[in-house]
Every structure is written in C-alpha cells, then in structure tokens.
C-alpha cells in the first residue's frame, strides 16, 4: 500500500492508495509552526485508525512549502518506518517539462500534468482551485507547456476583508444570482462569479493560442463551487487528481528501480 500527500500551503491532503483504489484519505492544515514530532503523531494516529500499521510500502509527497517538506518527510520516514519519494522537477514522471525554468515549478502542477497525460493522452488544461488557482496545459505527446497562476477565492476574500474597512469575511458559496443585492451577496458574486468568468476567459485565450481545442479537467477544494458559474464546458472534475498522480509516479519510480 501507498501512502501520497499532497503540502499545499493552506492545507495538506494525504491519501493512502491499494494499488490503484484511493481507499483512505484526510486533510490538516499546513502549519510550519508544527514540529517534526507533532507530524509524526499526527500521522502515526492516522494510520492506526485506519488499521494500516506494516502495510504500508513506501510513500511520495509534493510540496510547495518548503519549510515542511523536509519536516513531513522525515516524520513519515521515523513515524511510518517506510522510505519516501519526494516529488521535484528531477523526478522521471514520463512528461516533459518544456519550460525556461523547470526548477521553479511546484510538484504539485507536476503531478497534475502527469495524471492527466498518463490516464488520457490528449491535449488538456488543468485547472486546479487551491491557494492560488492554476492553469497547467499539457500536449497529447506529455509535453507540459506551463500555464497561468492567478490568486485563489480565499487569497481574494482575505484580501478583501484586510484592506478594506467595511467589507466583512464571507463564507465563500456560489452566490444565487450576479447582481447582488447586498453586501455578502455581492462579494461573493464578485469571488466566485469573477472566478468563473476568468476560467472562461482564460480558457478561451488558451485554446486559441493552442489552435486547437483542449480537454478541461477542474480539481481543488473550491471547483465544485465555481464550475455551477462557469459558462465553459469541462470534460471532468477530480478532486484527487494530484493525488492520482503522485500515485501513477511512484508506481513509475518502482519500474525504473527495477
């Protein structure tokens, strides 16, 4: 069995994969403030809950906070006792970065692009509601051309309620219509209307650029709220599409070892 975790930098969701069934999963929040030991607790609780004990085989993490990358893994490595793959640009994951500074990308717009080459070998745009939302386009040959990062909804609410001195933190929900007619309504026609229009837009520019039509594959935490504003077409909605494909590029790292 496969333990995979996915460190974004508001929240951390781990998964525990038997051979291709996604059969466990859990979210905590990505606190740097954590030790190492408090993770490896963390963690220890979780897989005993679950009865997993000495039947894990090995784990892959991606990490965009750098300051717990380190930490998790080696919470896992002392606390689980099983050897951990971290995903960076240097790992064989079976796409091609075609980038000016492969380097720069986070593991977790590499695992994305890698799922979405390997389970569908089209041309694809992820979009991908976390932190900040991101666009990753990858050819049908696994080519990963890059993409677009824009602020996030809840970078935008926050933003919103900091530097204003009347608008209030909102609960961030599809509104009912465009036009709000008061102050919550209207903001969060702003955050997830605006949202949806710029995925629409984007897309759009993407495609022509591209020349030609691509698949349009949603996942993140906020892509169940946006899509129901969204006036694009989409071909699929995976919330563990970045888990899937740390999955498929672990079981690549076994090949390649053997």
Known sequence: M???ADI?????????YDGKNLVH????ASDDKRSEDEYGVVLYNFIEFAGLHGKLDGAIISSVVLSLTEKFKSAIERYLYIPVVNLTHKTKTGIILDLDKPEETGPDRIANAAAVYHLYKKTSIVVDFGTATTFDVVLSDGRFLGGVIAPGIRIGAKALSNFTSRLPKVKIEAPAKTIGKNTIDA??????????AMIDGMVDRIEDELGEPAMLILTGGYSDIVVERMSHRFDILDHNLTLEGLRLIYEMQKVLVH
């Open 187 to 196: 903001i969060l026609s702003g955050l997830v209307g605006g949202h949806a």
């Open 25 to 28: 999963s859990w979210r905590v």
């Open 2 to 4: 496969l333990f995979v």
């Open 8 to 16: 974004g930098n508001t929240s951390t969701t781990i998964g525990i």
